[in-house]
Each structure stands twice: as structure tokens, then as C-alpha cells.
């Protein structure tokens, strides 16, 4: 007979691979349920068509075309900002209160829940500013939200590039910025690239702070093009789109999920089907890259 | 190419002094940039409690902060407007220990058993996958819960309504398990080695080792995964507003419907409330309470954490 402690090891290393299996099995039965439910509905008219009150009839279209603008103003806003701050952080920002502050503060800034960034952005870009509510406000919003993300792995990105590196750049008469510009950016792009595609994900999948910034639940148009068919191929206002309307994937799901007729959910779970399948992408393209870079470079 | 120095200014046949100056006024200008834009964080929260602080001082100009406290109703939308915050935070913390009452036995185990027991090829496997579960979209859960888990629940409890906490507590777990058991694993792996090695010398083994010695070790950066758990769940919005209902109701029973304070902004949102009016700035004072809550729950848990990091 084995003594109580070994049957307990024994038992936990069974139980412990049980939960984790159990955990994993989680996130099958979710796909499982979504495919179950939406997959019959996945079809090009579901992804070219607006929605609809007829369940049969209704499609995506405007929720990933909102979806598409609002990430591409989003990444426009953190990218710049959030490498830059990264780049202070890491090689310029000396030891003193104020660089503490600001550490602490993006510390907090990602604990933020996401619906208080919707309220902020109600009251200070659509009341205070007037940006109504628009793809450019949505943008902004989201930017700001994942703007911890990206600076955080830019900093960690940048802190992997050895000190020898700048050493030699400086060595050799370049300035401070030329260094980092030439040698430690371009070094640190495949972590920064990461932050970026677990950013797109993240912006994807954010649905409350839009909600409280009005975004539309049904949208049967598209912002206006930017482009136009006939010469000069540019369109009288280029940028109509920022000041549109919208709705977005997650949004749209929300709303048909919302809805007490079955039809409707298994529209939601189509959605939820395009969306899950979009941002596990994302991130599966993250983990391999950075798993890539961090085997590739030997110092 | 991009010479520099004094060969460039050679070739170029300038006056190297004036050259010289011109580059450093660049640095300058590029390292005030990038302090700038460092900078804007700051701003930002700036931006985040002055909007809150503004606008819920004109919602408490008109409700006391008496009534906001003690009223047992909330009721901002009817005629008869009642201002009690109770039901809503009630409906808060219920989902929140639901979720934690999920999350934290497993997370801790998966922590335990990630760092102590599975081998390193299985954890490198394993932890990405982790973060996956993390990428899902809250909306899919929350269609998750209203859809999947509230209906399996009633083979349980048949008399369940179509909304309820139990399920949006659950599936909160669910969500936040890979956060804390994350942390915890961080936790667990910063216990030094010594201290594993002197315990198997005395002869306990692994499952012993594990729990008598480095859970204890390793508390406060279990606690601090806890603290942050709690905060992810008290903000969790979406999974609550399709599977919880959004009608505020001043009970901690799980099995009925509730509103929590951030299902009561989406479900104000949804609706077209004029600026300025009483229910537009009450969503601000449930978001300021909201703040109030993860803010004093995000800096206990950063401070737990930075503690257990220089135990060692």
C-alpha cells in the first residue's frame, strides 16, 4: 500500500492534466456549438449581403467592412504612438518621477476595462470634440485602448536588442536617433510586429466600448469610397468614410444573439464563426512569428 | 546610405559647426516627440476621470450622494427615477464571485500542475494555447453563455430563467482562467530553486513540495493573480449583457436575472439618450464607481505582485 502522499501525486498529476484538458475541451465545445449552429449559414451571399429582417436574407457585409476601417484607423493611431512611447521609454527616459508616472499610469491604462474607454471617448470625442459617432471616433477609441499593448511589446522587444549593438552604431559617429532608427528599430521589428497582429485581434473582438459610442446595430449602406471609378479615380471627399456610420462584426453578432427568434442566433453563430476564426488566426500568426524571431536571432 | 559625421561633412564641404548644431537641434526635436507621445498616456487617463468626474458631477448635482448609496432601486430611466447604485453593484459582485469561485481552483491547479508536473515540451505547447483562449472575442462567449451553458444548466435547474448570473458567472471564469493561472504560474516559477531542492532533501515529494512549500512561497503573486482576476471580471461587460438580462435587481441569488453596472451602460447606450440628460449622465456615475472598483482592486494586485518579485 503506497503512502498518502504518493497516491495524492498520482492523483494530481491526473487531475491537473484533466482540468487543463478540460480547459482546452472548453474552447472546442465553443467552436464545437458555433460550427454546429453556423456553418450551414456561411455562404458568399452571408458575406456580401446587408442585414436584413429576414434571417435567411441577411449577411455581413457592412459589419466587416465597418470592421476593416474602424482597425485600420485604430492601428494608425496606436502604431505611431505606441512605438514612440516605447522607444522613449526603453533609450531616452531618464530615472525620475516623471518617467515613473508614466510607467505606472500604462500599468493602469491596460487595466482599464474596455467600456470605460467607450464613456470617455462619449463624453471627451463625440461631445467635446464632435467627431459624432463615426469610424474615426470608433478608431480612436480602440487605438487608445490597445495602445498599452503596443507599447509594452515594443519595450520588450527593444530591450532583447544587446547593448554592443548600440555601442558599435554609436561608435561609429551615428547619433542617437540614426541608432535607433537604423539598428535597434529595424532589430526589434518582428516583436514589435507582434504587438501589432495581438492589437488587430484584440480591436477586433471589442464590442462594449463601441456600443456606448453609438455605433450603429443596423447599417444597410457602406461608408462612402474613397476611390471612384472614373478619372481622377479620387472621389470629391476622400474622407467621408472617417465621419460615416458603422457597425462592426462583434456588434452585429451582439444584435442577433440579442433577438429571441432561433434563426437569428444561428446568423450570430455564423458571425461568431467569422470573427472566432479571424482573431485565432491573428493570433496564432503572433505566437509563431514570435517563436520564429526568438529562435532566429543568436546575438 | 546614411554617413555621418565628419566624413559627410568633409565631402559636403560644410561648415562643420553649423552642420553639427543643425543635428542636434534634430535629436532634440525627435526626443521631445517621443516624449510627447510618451507623455499622452498620461493625458489620456487625464482624459478618462475628467470626463467621468465631469459628468457624474452633474449627475450628483441632481442625486444626492446619500440617495446613490442607500436607495435600494435603481431606476434612472422611469418616471418614478429612483438612484440606488446597490442593485448594480450587487449584480457586479455576484457574477464576479461566480467567476472567481471558476477561475481561481482552476487556474491555480493548471498553474501548479504547468509548472511542477507537465514537462517543459508539453508547457511550451500549452501556454500559447492559453493565450488563444484569451484572444476569444467576449461577444462569443457571451452567445456562449446565453446559448450553450444557460441551456445545459437546466437540466440542472429546471426552474432557471432564460437570464441569469450563474451561466454569465461561469462563463466570466471561463475567460479569465488563463489570466490567473498565467500569473500564478509566473508566481510559482520565482520561488527559487533552493527552496524546491531542500524540500525534496527532507524527503517530501512533488505533490508535498508543490503545495506545502511553494504555494505558500509564492502567495502574494497568487493573491495578486487573484486581485487582477477580480478586476478582468468586475469589468467584463459583454458575456453579462447577453446572458445576465438587463434588469436591475437587488439580489445575490445566482439562479435569477440581473443587471451589473456595465450591462446597465450598454443597455442605456443602445437607446438614443439625449446629451445632458439625467439617465446619459447616470451611465457616467455607474462608470465612475466601475472605475473606482477595478482601480483599487488593479493597484492592490500590482502591489502584491511587485512585493512577492522582491522576496527573493
Known sequence: MARPAVIMDRLFLIGGALITALIFGILMLLIGDLVQHGLHRLSWSFIQNFPSRFPEKAGILSAWVGSLLVVLVTML??????????????????????????????????????????????????????????????????????????????????????RRIREASLALGATKWQTIRHHVLPYSMGGILTGA??????????????????????????????????????????????????????????????????????????????????????????????????????? | MNWTGQELLSTAGLDSSAETRVRKLRERAIEALLLMAAGSSVLITIGIVGVLLYESSTFFAHVSVRDFVTDTEWTPLFSDAHFGIAPLVAGTLTTTMIALLVAVPCGVIMAVWL??????????????????????????YGYFALLFVTPALKQIFPEL????????????????????????????????????????????????????????????????????????????????????????NLTINPLEPAATITAFIVQVSLGDLPHGSIGYQSIFAAGLVLMLMTLSFNVLGNLMRKKYREVY
Request: hydrophobic share 55%; aromatic share 10%; glycine share 6%.
Open chain 2, 161 to 248: 430563467p432564460g437570464f441569469n448570473m450563474l451561466s454569465a458567472g461561469i462563463v466570466i471564469g471561463i475567460m479569465i482562467i488563463p489570466y490567473i493561472s498565467s500569473i500564478s504560474e509566473d508566481a510559482l516559477r520565482a520561488v527559487p530553486n533552493s527552496l524546491r531542492e531542500a524540500a525534496y532533501a527532507l524527503g517530501a515529494n512533488r505533490f508535498q513540495t508543490s503545495w506545502q512549500v511553494l504555494v505558500p512561497a509564492a502567495y502574494s503573486g497568487l493573491t495578486a493573480a487573484f486581485v487582477l482576476g477580480i478586476s478582468r471580471a468586475v469589468g467584463e461587460t459583454m458575456v453579462v449583457a447577453i446572458a445576465a438580462g438587463m434588469q436591475p
Open chain 1, 77 to 162: 493611431t496606436a502604431l505611431p504612438i505606441g512605438i514612440a512611447s516605447g522607444v522613449y521609454l526603453e533609450e531616452y527616459a531618464p530615472k525620475n518621477r516623471l518617467t515613473a508616472v508614466i510607467e505606472i499610469n500604462i500599468a493602469n491604462l491596460a487595466g482599464v476595462p474596455s467600456i470605460i474607454w467607450g464613456l470617455m471617448a462619449l463624453g471627451l470625442f463625440i461631445y467635446v470634440c464632435g467627431f459624432g459617432h463615426s469610424v474615426l471616433t470608433a478608431g480612436f477609441t480602440l487605438g487608445l485602448l490597445v495602445l498599452p499593448i503596443v507599447i509594452i511589446s515594443t519595450r520588450e522587444a527593444i530591450r532583447t536588442v544587446p
Open chain 1, 197 to 299: 497582429i495581438i492589437s488587430i485581434s484584440r480591436a477586433l473582438g471589442e464590442t462594449a466600448p463601441l456600443i456606448t459610442i453609438g455605433a450603429l446595430t443596423y447599417v444597410a449602406f457602406l461608408p462612402s469610397s474613397p476611390i471612384s471609378a472614373s478619372y481622377p479615380f479620387v472621389s470629391a471627399e476622400p474622407f467621408a468614410w472617417l465621419f460615416s456610420g458603422f457597425t462592426v462584426l462583434p456588434i452585429q453578432m451582439f444584435n442577433w444573439v440579442s433577438r429571441p427568434q432561433a434563426a437569428f442566433h444561428e446568423n450570430a453563430a455564423a458571425a461568431g464563426l467569422v470573427l472566432l476564426m479571424i482573431t485565432l488566426t491573428l493570433n496564432v500568426t503572433a505566437i509563431i512569428l514570435r517563436s520564429r524571431f526568438r529562435k532566429r536571432v543568436k546575438w
Open chain 2, 115 to 140: 509548472s511542477e508536473y507537465c514537462s517543459a515540451a508539453i508547457r511550451e505547447w500549452l501556454k500559447p494555447l492559453l493565450e488563444l483562449l484569451a484572444a476569444v472575442p467576449t461577444v462569443v
